[in-house]
């Protein structure tokens, strides 16, 4: 059905059956002398010249949008349409066009849309019966969705309906524009007890390894010239000797913390956030897991995509809305399947002290490129193997029936072996992600390095 002939009001199949068999029965009726025609055909006839009396004679106007602008995955969010309500119209209906990784909530179990006044503003559908308020009034029809993957979801397009008296007749189905929906990354359950290597700011929450303005004890001093009362502890200071003594600390540091995410291939299909994850999947999630846990620490963490389709950059920053930042640039990333930039030449804006994380699949050659010339610039660099899987630690074999596609992908597995086992070699370590207590072990084995270092110099 076009959309010009759908934007308006027309009869229903019902209306001409009721038409057709009134102005049949009563001729027959009337040549054949049957008034018992005449009796069964009056409700239809009635009804009929009600439907045509009542008829919809305006047009309704709507407005679609949503109740949310981002959701995480798995949040639901709200399709609602504000149709205005016009006289003779009885039954206002809405559905959405099934979309990836979107589905549908039951009318019963979406929330309240009491957040969703003044808006501008697997199928699923609310229908409202136009018989209760006004008619000049405006119906608000609430359709719930679910995203379950990361990503700017399409949402609809949104069908509007609306029937006359008896369905008699009908207006639409009307499609309205797609909606989108960012959806941030659901971050994976992450939490290291290492402390980072080399920090050098003094916000954050590691101990350093001289003293400073802190809150974690290191030990009792006498008075100096410079130093708070309110440092002052007196029940040493009362012990008889005539000094006063103070307590000193450690200070608390901070590091910048680097996350770079590779995005050239996204090997494996996603079953959102409920199911079985792609190597995107993980790459993704890790990397805000990791972003969040370091700025929960008061810690400073930048975010580049290195992806030859969306090369997104996210400044060095902290707080909570700059880890908002970091999801909301996480959810727009699009593979891209070719290599277009010498990863030699990338200006990635780290310095000394930095510790990059990289999260990658270690499929693409650009990103153990990428790691090695950061490790020769002596920075701390730790790479996140995306493509093992978290729950037995292995690589998920091939899904390819072809048995030359499963023999290439057996092969490339091989390579890649060989490619980590050669940049393991030049010192940069490499770590599959396992959740909590991932990076543990390499931030020590960095952190001893980084100690060591400082006294050589």
Wanted: overall charge positive; hydrophobic content about 45%.
């Amino acid at each position: 059905m076009s959309t010009a002939r759908a934007d308006r009001w027309q009869a229903t199949p019902a209306l001409v059956r009721s038409l057709v068999l009134v102005l049949g029965a009563v001729p027959v009726a009337l040549l054949w002398r049957r008034p018992d025609l005449l009796v069964l055909v009056a409700p239809i006839a009635v009804v009929l010249v009600w439907s045509v009396v009542t008829r919809p004679r305006e047009l309704p106007t709507r407005t679609v949008g949503l109740s949310h602008a981002q959701v995480r995955e798995g949040e639901q969010a709200l399709a609602v349409a504000d149709v205005q309500a016009v006289a003779g119209a009885e039954i206002l209906a809405a559905a959405l066009s099934p979309a990836p990784y979107v589905e549908g909530v039951p009318t019963e179990r979406t929330r309240r849309v009491d957040d969703a006044d003044g808006l501008p503003v697997s199928h699923t559908s609310a229908v409202v019966d136009a018989q209760g308020p006004p008619a000049a009034g405006t119906w608000r029809l609430v359709v719930g969705v679910r995203a379950t993957r990361w990503g700017v979801r399409r949402v609809g397009p949104m069908q509007l309906a609306a029937v006359g008296a008896w369905g008699s007749y009908r207006w639409g189905p009307v499609s309205e524009a797609a909606l989108g929906l960012r959806t941030l990354p659901q971050p994976t359950v992450f939490d290291t007890r290492a402390p980072a290597p080399r920090p050098r700011g003094l916000v954050g929450t590691h101990r350093s390894a001289r003293p400073g303005e802190g809150t974690e004890f290191a030990t009792l001093r006498p008075f100096q010239v410079g130093d708070r009362l309110r440092r002052i502890h007196w029940p040493r200071s009362t012990r008889g000797d005539g000094q006063l003594y103070v307590t000193a600390s450690y200070a608390d540091q901070d590091t910048h913390v680097a996350v770079l995410v590779d995005a050239h291939y996204d090997l494996g299909s996603s079953g959102g956030v409920r199911g079985r994850p792609s190597s995107l999947d993980r790459s993704v999630r890790a990397a805000a897991a990791v972003a969040e846990h370091f700025l929960q620490q008061g810690d400073r963490v930048s975010l580049r995509v290195l992806s030859a389709r969306t090369p997104l950059t996210v400044p060095v920053g902290t707080g909570r809305r700059h880890g908002v930042r970091i999801l909301d640039t996480l959810c727009r990333i699009v593979p891209a399947a070719t290599e277009e930039t010498d990863p030699r030449r990338v200006h990635l804006g780290v310095d000394e002290g930095t510790l990059v994380v990289m999260v990658s699949a270690l499929v693409s050659p650009d990103a153990l490129v990428q790691a090695a010339v950061l490790a020769r610039r002596g920075l701390s660099v730790v790479v996140v193997d995306a493509l093992v899987d978290s729950q037995d630690g292995t690589v998920a074999p091939s899904a390819e029936r072809d048995a030359l596609a499963r023999a290439a992908w057996r092969i490339r597995m091989l390579e890649r072996d060989r490619e980590i086992r050669a940049i393991q070699a030049q010192g940069v370590p490499v770590v599959p992600w396992l959740g909590p207590g991932s990076l543990d072990v390499v931030l020590r084995r960095l952190g001893r390095r980084g100690r060591a270092a400082g006294r050589l110099s």
